[in-house]
């Protein structure tokens, strides 16, 4: 089994357990306890976990993804600037991809009577783009409650039979290194599939998204445009070597 099945497997028996023994991992991975302890070694250093003795627990700060009550109340204006600008580059007669997340969700005031069709995987969004009169397709599968994402294999098929002249997507980490990424690894495939069906794809985040990376890569920097409302000066020009970034002034 590949390291990174490993580690998502763990993650998805700490999300679900909350407390996982290395015994037991030896057991149901099929690995080594020098492999199980490696891993463990990884995935706290990336702060996924918090080993202890005879196995590992979550992390309190990882105990839940915040949800998007608590996401909503952070860095509100500077949201709803990149989400003006982000929509100001739709045309009509677009067809659009609006990923969940509640800068996205920003987006739909600014679109409404909109003569566009708007894609989504969030039950929130699409809820919001009715009530906005904007025609809309969700996808199908299963419901995150966290984040009210619709997720799994049945949204990621539906998804790739679509073609988008832009999507806008949330991503919870934008590194240099590691690029794009986020926390739930069925997330980051629907958010990897919907990037690379769009002619253009447009990552929307705060300042405090820099320099973070989360369990999951989505994509390279150079998959997206940043839209953003500052990126801090120390990162500013390698990020901009690598794709189109633009600041938002609030």
Same mark, same amino acid.
């Given at each position: 089994?590949?390291?990174?099945?490993?580690?998502?497997? $763990?993650?998805?028996?700490?999300?679900?357990?909350?407390?996982? &023994?290395?015994? +037991?991992?030896?057991?149901?991975? +099929?690995?080594?306890?020098?492999?199980?302890?490696?891993?463990? =070694?990884?995935? *706290?250093?990336? *702060?996924?976990?918090?080993?202890?003795?005879?196995?590992?627990? /979550?992390?309190?700060?990882? *105990?839940?993804?915040?949800?998007?009550? *608590?996401?909503?109340?952070?860095?509100?204006?500077?949201?709803?600037?990149?989400?003006? %600008?982000?929509?100001?580059?739709?045309?009509?007669?677009?067809?659009? %991809?609006? @990923?969940?997340?509640?800068?996205?969700?920003?987006?739909?005031?600014?679109?409404?009577? /909109?003569?566009?069709?708007?894609?989504?995987?969030?039950?929130?969004?699409?809820?919001?783009?009715?009530?906005?009169?904007?025609?809309? $397709?969700?996808?199908?599968?299963?419901?995150?409650?966290?984040? @009210?994402?619709?997720?799994?294999? =049945?949204?990621?098929?539906?998804? &790739? =039979? %679509?073609?988008?002249?832009?999507?806008?997507?949330?991503?919870?980490?934008?590194?240099? @290194?590691?690029? %794009?990424?986020?926390?739930?690894?069925?997330?980051?495939?629907? &958010?990897?599939?919907?990037?690379?069906?769009?002619?253009?794809?447009?990552?929307?985040?705060?300042?405090? &998204?820099?320099?973070?990376?989360?369990?999951?890569?989505?994509?390279?920097?150079?998959?997206?445009?940043?839209?953003?409302?500052?990126?801090?000066?120390?990162?500013?020009?390698?990020?901009?070597?690598?794709?189109?970034?633009?600041?938002?002034?609030?």
């Amino acid at each position: 089994m590949l390291t990174e099945e490993r580690h998502r497997k $763990i993650i998805e028996w700490l999300e679900r357990d909350g407390l996982v &023994k290395s015994q +037991d991992l030896i057991q149901w991975l +099929d690995s080594s306890e020098s492999t199980i302890r490696r891993d463990l =070694q990884e995935l *706290e250093n990336l *702060e996924m976990l918090e080993r202890v003795h005879g196995g590992a627990k /979550r992390p309190q700060h990882l *105990e839940q993804e915040l949800g998007m009550i *608590e996401k909503s109340s952070k860095n509100v204006q500077q949201k709803k600037m990149i989400a003006k %600008y982000a929509a100001e580059s739709i045309t009509d007669g677009d067809v659009i %991809y609006l @990923d969940a997340g509640t800068t996205t969700s920003e987006m739909i005031p600014f679109l409404k009577n /909109r003569a566009i069709t708007v894609v989504t995987n969030s039950v929130g969004v699409a809820a919001r783009l009715v009530e906005a009169q904007i025609a809309t $397709i969700v996808l199908g599968g299963r419901i995150k409650l966290s984040t @009210d994402a619709v997720v799994g294999s =049945q949204a990621l098929e539906q998804l &790739k =039979q %679509y073609r988008f002249n832009k999507a806008f997507m949330g991503m919870n980490g934008v590194h240099l @290194d590691s690029g %794009y990424s986020t926390p739930d690894p069925e997330e980051a495939i629907l &958010k990897r599939v919907a990037i690379q069906q769009s002619e253009e794809a447009f990552v929307l985040v705060d300042h405090s &998204k820099f320099n973070q990376t989360s369990f999951v890569s989505v994509a390279h920097l150079s998959a997206a445009s940043i839209l953003t409302d500052t990126c801090p000066l120390v990162i500013h020009d390698q990020i901009t070597e690598q794709t189109t970034l633009k600041e938002v002034s609030v």
